[in-house]
């Protein structure tokens, strides 16, 4: 197998803000690209922004949690793109009816409250869907491409955990159930995979703006919601991160010169969210 054969990523979740800034970003380096996902025209508009910049990338549907779905994936990118040396495990996110509608307990959540969604009244089916796509959705990528790494002994693996891996933010239970998870599996993974020189780390996005976020953290007017001024209040660098912030994390963490000893840890890019306690 010849030397190009070792560029090609495989980057899930692609059609969204951050994971399609990065497979914009290494396609530009010479990587081929894979963008898997679940919406085609999403993917589609990045696969032509890539191309019309003499890059080289192919659309796949696929759902992350679907085994049978991966590994059908997996056979296309092989056959069309070749072996994959780069898996960008950023598929995931969260569902409306998967949150709360308060931070704490309420004894009307008991009742026949319409107004009140606490977590006694949350649809379980929902809860666990969001935990299969941030889990299950991470593991199976990995299952399935990285045994084609360790066939060829190298690779690199990174997966996205959050800022609710480390704090269980309100109202997001199984969001933040599902990101604290991550943070774990990518340092098993890691451990098993440093005999075969396959490299797993994790980044923990702060708060970045994406289509879902905007909704929450603005008013139509433009202002910010009470949600999005507690989280300024705790971001010492006061404002949201940008998708290319992320890039530079990502190229040191691919890269096996930069980082060839630096297995298993998670990054935090998050404006200093993690530093400041609120008070």
């Not at 659309?59 to 085994?67: G, K, M, P």
């Not at 609710?164 to 969001?175: E, G």
Request: net charge negative.
């Amino acid at each position: 197998m010849n030397q190009s054969d070792h560029k090609v990523a495989v980057v899930t979740g692609a059609g969204g803000t951050l994971c399609s800034a990065m497979a914009k970003n290494l396609a530009k380096q010479g990587y081929r690209v894979a963008l898997l996902g679940r919406t085609l025209e999403k993917l589609q508009a990045v696969e032509k922004e890539i191309q019309a910049s003499d890059g080289i990338a192919i659309s796949v549907i696929a759902d992350v949690a679907d085994e049978a779905a991966i590994r059908e994936a997996h056979q296309t990118i092989t056959q069309e793109l070749g072996s994959c040396s780069v898996l960008i495990n950023g598929a995931g996110g969260n569902q409306s009816e998967a949150l709360t509608n308060i931070p704490a307990y309420d004894e009307r959540e008991l009742l026949d409250d319409d107004s009140v969604k606490g977590f006694f009244n949350l649809d379980m089916g929902v809860f666990q869907s969001v935990i299969d796509i941030n889990t299950m959705g991470t593991v199976i990528p990995c299952f399935v491409f990285g045994r084609g790494m360790a066939r060829e002994k190298r690779g690199n693996i990174i997966n996205f955990a959050s800022m609710t891996s480390y704090r269980p933010i309100t109202k997001v239970a199984a969001y933040a159930m599902a990101k604290n998870g991550i943070v774990s599996f990518t340092q098993w993974l890691a451990a098993y995979l440093a005999p075969v020189n396959i490299r797993v780390n994790a980044i923990a996005p702060g708060f970045f703006l994406n289509d879902r976020s905007r909704k929450i953290m603005f008013n139509e007017d433009g202002g910010q919601t009470e949600r999005a001024q507690n989280i300024m209040q705790q971001t010492p660098m006061n404002r949201f991160g940008e998708a290319k912030e992320l890039l530079g994390c990502m190229n040191w963490l691919i890269n096996d010169q930069n980082a060839g000893f630096v297995t298993g840890i998670t990054v935090p890019i998050d404006g200093g969210f993690l530093s400041c306690p609120g008070v």
